[in-house]
C-alpha cells in the first residue's frame, strides 16, 4: 500500500506523455526535421522540472522510499563517451520513432508496435550488458 504514490505517479506521467502527444512518432518526425517547436518545449520542460527535482534531491526534501535522503553520484566526464552514447540513442529514437521513456504508454494504444519497440530495447540493453565491461566507463 505503500507504494501506491509511485503508481499513481507513474499512472500520472503516462497521461501527461499521451496528451501532450510525445508519444507521436509523427511529432518525433517533425522534431528532428526541425518542422515543429512542440518537442522541443516538452523536452525543455523536462529538463527544468528536473532541475528542480535535483535541487530538491541534493537539499533533502525528497527521500526514497524509505525515507533515505538520496544523494545523486558525481558522473565521470567524458566527452567521448557523451557523444557515442548520445549517437546510439539518437540513431534508436529516430530509427524507431519512439523514445525509450513512453514505450508502455505505447504499448497500451498501439500493440505490436510497441512490442516491437520493447523487444528492441530489452535486447539493446541485453548486449549492453554483455559489452558494458569493455567499454571505457
Not at 46 to 72: C, E, H, R, W, Y
Not at 110 to 125: E, F, H, Q, R, S
Amino acid at each position: 500500500m505503500k507504494n501506491i504514490k509511485f503508481l499513481l505517479l507513474g499512472v500520472f506521467f503516462a497521461i501527461v506523455l499521451s496528451k501532450t502527444q510525445a508519444i507521436s512518432w509523427y511529432r518525433f518526425y517533425e522534431m528532428f526535421k526541425f518542422q515543429s517547436f512542440h518537442m522541443y518545449g516538452i523536452i525543455g520542460g523536462a529538463v527544468v522540472i528536473s532541475a528542480i527535482i535535483m535541487q530538491l534531491f541534493k537539499s533533502g526534501k525528497i527521500k526514497d522510499i524509505n525515507g533515505n535522503k538520496i544523494t545523486p553520484k558525481p558522473k565521470k566526464k567524458g566527452t567521448v563517451r557523451t557523444l557515442v552514447g548520445g549517437t546510439f540513442f539518437g540513431l534508436g529514437w529516430g530509427i524507431s520513432g519512439a523514445c525509450a521513456a513512453p514505450i508502455f504508454v505505447i504499448l497500451g494504444f498501439k500493440l505490436v508496435p510497441a512490442l516491437i519497440l520493447l523487444a528492441g530495447a530489452l535486447l539493446g540493453a541485453f548486449i549492453y550488458g554483455l559489452l558494458s565491461k569493455k567499454l571505457p566507463h
